[in-house]
């Protein structure tokens, strides 16, 4: 993958997305994250059959099913254990994350890194607002106490609504990217066109008793909403002001995808306590981030961190916004 042509960053610009195909390489940045995972299933399969929430660990069937499998009889959700980023509050020592080698290579693969330098200038500075999303099929996902899908389809939101204000002039490109063929049928992302033109909108936490932050459906027009299917290798460029949301996963298989987000180096992240770094410079090559394991130490320092000192607030808005009544 080399630059956005023309066309695509037209299309960026005058749409808030675009969606480019061949982004990354499958073999040489998505199968060794497929690979790396499996390991970190193992390894929660083995714990939860030690403390009896699962009868057995599923060791014969392939990731998807097996993933499937133990958050259903867990009625648990563990995504936590594969996620590359740390929760917004309740941050503990023993808080699992994965960050690891294969991770990082998918952060910094050539592809995306080109990508991104087309939006955001040849400074480009990983921001630590990432993360894997594994989707189980809502049909046999576990349930909260009001029965909603844990962990399911994603509310409409903005990007830039789930970062500290300090962030409202920096440049972030979110890179959305699946690690298997994405359809409306399992989850894809949908967009509102041109919604990046307009103001940051209020999100309401828990709106109509759903989990999470989202904008109130009267504030932009859902019904230029369109659905965008991206297939493994592929990449849904946003802007942190394009309006979306994810579809439920109808299907009998799960949505498993990466959320990456970059910005001009020196900008503000909008999550300070997290750690980003130097991706790409053509100004100080040698300020560039290589080393996979310092990129999980300086994770692995953050939990620690934030453990013994006061955890940070990720959230501008509350329900006493009229919008959310």
Request: with cysteine; proline share 8%; charged share 25%.
């Amino acid at each position: 993958m080399a630059a956005l042509t023309a066309e695509q960053k037209e299309h960026f610009d005058e749409y808030g997305f675009v969606h480019v195909e061949d982004v990354f390489d499958p073999e040489r940045d998505i199968d060794p994250v497929i690979d790396e995972y499996a390991g970190v299933l193992n390894a929660l399969a083995d714990r939860l059959l030690a403390a009896g929430k699962i009868s057995s660990d599923y060791s014969e069937l392939p990731f998807g099913d097996r993933v499937t499998k133990i958050y259903g009889e867990s009625k648990e959700i563990h995504n936590q254990h594969f996620d590359f980023s740390l929760p917004q509050n309740g941050v503990k020592p023993d808080t699992p994350f994965w960050a690891g080698p294969a991770i990082f290579g998918a952060l910094t693969a050539p592809g995306v890194l080109d990508v991104a330098e087309s939006i955001v200038g040849p400074e480009v500075y990983s921001n630590p607002v990432q993360h894997v999303r594994i989707k189980v099929p809502e049909s046999v996902s576990p349930r909260d106490e009001n029965g909603n899908v844990m962990f399911g389809a994603t509310p409409w939101h903005q990007d830039a609504g789930v970062v500290n204000p300090e962030a409202d002039e920096t440049n972030i490109l979110t890179v959305w990217f699946p690690l298997m063929d994405t359809s409306v049928e399992n989850g894809c992302l949908a967009v509102v066109p041109g919604s990046h033109r307009g103001e940051l909108l209020t999100h309401c936490p828990g709106y109509r008793d759903r989990p999470g932050l989202q904008i109130p459906e009267n504030l932009f027009n859902i019904g230029d909403s369109m659905p965008v299917p991206v297939k493994r290798g592929g990449a849904l460029l946003l802007t942190k002001k394009t309006v979306h949301s994810s579809l439920p996963n109808v299907s009998d298989r799960i949505r498993w995808s990466f959320d990456l987000r970059y910005q001009p180096t020196g900008q503000a992240t909008g999550r300070s306590v997290f750690p980003g770094f130097v991706a790409r410079s053509a100004a100080d090559p040698e300020s560039e981030l290589h080393d996979a394991n310092t990129w999980y130490e300086m994770w692995r320092d953050t939990r620690d961190s934030l453990v013994i000192g006061e955890q940070p607030s990720f959230n501008r808005w509350d329900n006493d916004d009229p919008t959310c009544a």
